[in-house]
């Protein structure tokens, strides 16, 4: 595990699972697996034993599946296997068995090294992957969890479901998503990947209730094309570069998450091909950012705002800190540090405790209309205090 995340090894917490993933094993067999409505893996030849390659009759029942729009149950075990393609309008259905810190109940192992993902949702609009635990190994290099894979963006949204699922361990990202519009990723956990926890190119997207832990790069990055993401009640926490990074994406409501001890900064709002817009940042905790940052750079910071337009950024909550058990560096230097403002809001946040250094730093004038006002607090420099 991620020196990052050593602290969570007593941290074995149940899986967050849901009414509609518990089928019933009496309602699966009401269901004739010749139908193709919903066959069970273990029915349709794979052994799910952690040793037998399953690949070929997965991807053969998931075939099947697609021609009536049907589901895919993987019964509790480890299917070992590479590249599953998903079908549109299909749904693979398990267990949710996992916790914090290994996988568990209905798990797809990747097996394949030279995979460029081990489930793909390029085409699969409408699908839905409920209860899955999906452990990459460590295996490769930039091998993804879960991926869509355009160069350019389809003709309709895809309305894919991710519920209930961990994806974790792969050599790249655990969710990549290329070109993705409208989709739902809840309850879920993203953690340990080499790569981000999420990474979005894409927009209409609704990422609920999740966790994005330990990953080595961000928790959640959109770098290229982004907009329009709900981003509500997640717990981002111990990733290696930002917790939570956009470049000049629009149309975001990051509203009640908890954010905490980022390798840089915990909320990054960058410029990319253009500035940041329409953004509303309220009610969140940001805490302990910066931990791998050069505390002399604005990398150090709780919340980065860097030529922004039309942002709102009111009610959160900054605090700085160090690792559990009182070890590790003290962090950040900055509590809020912005360029370059238009028509921007930061205010009614409090940062008690709220930076080493300076509580909040202007780099670059504000354009015209912005407010930086009532953001109340005090810099921690009580380094004896035990945490």
Request: overall charge neutral.
């Amino acid at each position: 595990m991620s020196d990052l995340l050593n602290r969570r090894q007593i941290a074995m917490g149940a899986a967050i699972g849901s009414a509609s993933l518990l089928f019933s094993s009496a309602a699966m067999a009401q269901t004739a697996a010749g139908e193709g409505t919903f066959l069970d893996a273990r029915q349709s030849g794979a052994r799910g034993d952690g040793k037998t390659n399953d690949t070929v009759p997965l991807q053969r029942a998931l075939d099947a599946a697609g021609r009536n729009s049907g589901a895919l149950f993987l019964p509790p075990g480890i299917y070992v296997t590479g590249e599953l393609h998903v079908p549109p309008g299909v749904a693979i259905v398990g267990t949710p068995g996992w916790n914090y810190s290994s996988p568990g109940g209905s798990v797809l192992q990747l097996a394949d090294a030279g995979a460029t993902c081990l489930l793909n949702l390029t085409d699969a609009r409408g699908a839905s992957l409920q209860g899955l635990s999906l452990d990459g190994r460590g295996l490769g290099s930039s091998i993804n969890g879960i991926a869509t894979k355009r160069a350019k963006w389809g003709p309709h949204e895809d309305g894919f479901r991710i519920e209930g699922c961990q994806i974790a361990r792969f050599s790249g990202d655990g969710v990549h998503l290329e070109c993705a519009w409208c989709f739902s990723v809840r309850h879920s956990m993203m953690a340990y990947n080499a790569g981000d926890g999420l990474s979005l190119r894409g927009w209409d997207g609704f990422l609920i209730d999740n966790w994005f832990s330990g990953n080595k790069r961000a928790g959640f990055a959109a770098r290229q094309e982004n907009a329009s993401v709900t981003f509500t009640a997640n717990r981002i926490e111990w990733n290696g570069e930002e917790n939570f990074v956009i470049a000049g994406g629009d149309g975001y409501q990051i509203t009640g998450n908890f954010f905490d001890r980022a390798g840089t900064v915990g909320v990054a709002l960058r410029k990319g091909r253009g500035p940041c817009t329409q953004i509303a940042l309220t009610g969140n905790f940001i805490k302990r950012s910066g931990k791998l940052a050069d505390p002399s750079s604005h990398d150090s910071a709780n919340i980065l705002l860097d030529e922004c337009e039309g942002i709102t950024c009111i009610g959160n909550t900054l605090q700085a800190g160090r690792d559990d058990g009182g070890s590790g560096v003290w962090s950040p230097a900055y509590g809020i540090v912005h360029r370059g403002l238009r028509n921007c809001i930061v205010k009614d946040n409090v940062l008690h405790d709220g930076a080493i250094k300076q509580l909040i730093l202007e780099t670059g004038a504000a354009t015209e209309g912005v407010i930086v006002a009532d953001n109340p607090g005090r810099l921690f420099t009580d380094f004896a205090r035990k945490w």
